[in-house]
Structure formats: structure tokens, C-alpha cells
């Protein structure tokens, strides 16, 4: 057994608070970006940043997984971290200002299987992760081009 771990960095022209808000707005924003790869995504409880709790299912390598995520903001505004409630497994959201844009890094690590099933988790299971989550990072790029600063743009006039 070992920590597996599964990271993907973009830059996304956006604002890094506009950014973040999307990601933590788990009843307007987060649904609307996240890849096909997930599915049933639902708000337990509360809906924006910390104390929110959702649950969902991924399917990745012909394998789906329930997950039930517990929200928490370790530095609000920059760190988003949803950790499941019935596994090891954590994803960190972290979004660094760069101008008017911003640097968005999603980080998923869980405790990997022994034995030969661990050996093809270790092997196999994180470029799957980079691939959905390097999907979701496009689409949230897409989501705050058209739905937020487009928005903004539009009060502007």
C-alpha cells in the first residue's frame, strides 16, 4: 500500500476570486463544469464552501465509485478541499491570482490497494483521474468565460 496521487494545473482566464467561487458554489457553479465522467451529483447539505457535503458518482477505466465528499476551506478564498467521507481519498482545489487570470491546481491522493490490484491502481488509476480532471479544468474555464465574466461584462455596458 501507498498514497496514490493524481494532479493537473491550467490557467484560466479568469480571475482567481471569480474562479474559486465557482468551484466552491456547489449548488449554481460546480454541477455545471464537471465532465461526464460524473454523475448523480447532489448537495446533501449546505451549497457553498465549507460544511457542504455532496455526494456523486465517477466512472473512470469502466469502474464506477460512490463517493460522499465533506467540504472544507483550509484558506478560504485560495484552498478547497473535499474529502470522502467513506474512503481515504482527498482532492484539493487551489487557485493562485495571476493577473487576470488564475492558476487552478485540482490534486486528488487516497491510499492505493496492496498487492497486484495496487500495483495496476498505482499504474493506471492517476493517469485516469488527469485525464477527468484536466476535462473539468477546460469546462470550468469554458463555464467562467460564459456564464461569470461574460456576466460582468454585460453589467458593465
Known amino acids: 500500500m501507498g498514497t496514490v496521487r493524481a494532479a493537473v494545473d491550467r490557467t484560466l482566464a479568469a480571475p482567481a476570486d471569480v474562479v474559486y467561487g465557482c468551484i466552491a458554489d456547489m449548488r449554481d457553479h460546480h454541477p455545471r463544469f464537471l465532465p461526464p465522467a460524473f454523475s ?17 458518482t ?21 484552498v ?3 474529502s470522502d467521507t467513506n474512503s481515504s481519498l482527498v482532492t484539493t482545489f487551489t487557485v493562485e491570482p495571476r493577473g487576470a487570470s488564475s492558476a487552478v ?4 491522493t487516497w491510499t492505493g490497494a496492496g498487492g497486484i490490484g495496487g500495483f495496476f491502481e498505482r499504474r ?18 469554458a463555464h467562467v ?9 454585460q453589467d458593465r455596458s
Do not use: N
Open 80 to 82: 478547497l478541499v473535499e
Open 105 to 108: 491546481r485540482v490534486t486528488t
Open 124 to 141: 493506471f488509476a492517476p493517469k485516469a483521474m488527469e485525464r477527468i480532471y484536466a476535462d473539468e479544468l477546460d469546462r470550468l474555464d
Open 145 to 153: 468565460r460564459q456564464h461569470v465574466v461574460g456576466d460582468q461584462d
Open 58 to 78: 465517477v466512472t473512470a477505466g469502466g469502474r464506477q465509485r460512490a463517493y460522499r465528499m465533506e467540504v472544507s476551506e483550509p484558506e478560504p478564498g485560495r
Open 40 to 56: 448523480g451529483f447532489e448537495v446533501e447539505s449546505g451549497g457553498v464552501g465549507a460544511g457542504t457535503v455532496v455526494r456523486f
